[in-house]
């Protein structure tokens, strides 16, 4: 529960597991790895972050939404393997901006991820990743992301 402790003190709650708008499950476990499925910025079941970063959302609007996305994955991880503690390594986040035309910042919008998870995991959050600017996501939705952690 060291993890969720860390979580709390941040001032941030680990939420609900956001219930999938399509035929998927929120996460597997396969081995010792976990994979989440994309998370939108869900919060208590309203879409948050809606629109193109760049155009309706700023940078730092695209930020904030990236770390509510690490919650909602975390969410989700924690319904398959019970407790947070059990995470080795966050090994890989993959995040899709919905961009403006133009709009290059990408990376800066995943740094919320990032960044938050070093926060939360310290060495452990550590990890490689991959920014994508896509024309649209889901629902309208500002930013998509998905993790993969090996546990123990």
Known sequence: MEIEKRIESLGLELP??????ASYVPAVKSGN??????QIPFVKGE???????????????????AKV??????AAIKSVIEDLDRIKQVTRVTGFINSAPGFAEQPKVLN??????VQIFGEKGKHSRLAIGVSELPLGAAVE????VEIQ
């Not at 996305?69 to 975390?74: E, K």
């Open 16 to 21: 609900e597991v956001p219930k999938p708008v």
């Open 33 to 38: 790895y976990v994979f989440t499925s994309g």
């Open 47 to 65: 879409l948050k972050y809606k629109g193109k970063v760049g155009k309706e959302l700023t940078s730092e609007e695209g930020y904030e939404c």
């Open 69 to 74: 996305m690490v919650l909602n994955c975390l």
């Open 112 to 117: 919320g991820a990032s960044d938050l998870l």
């Open 145 to 148: 992301i998905d993790l993969i």
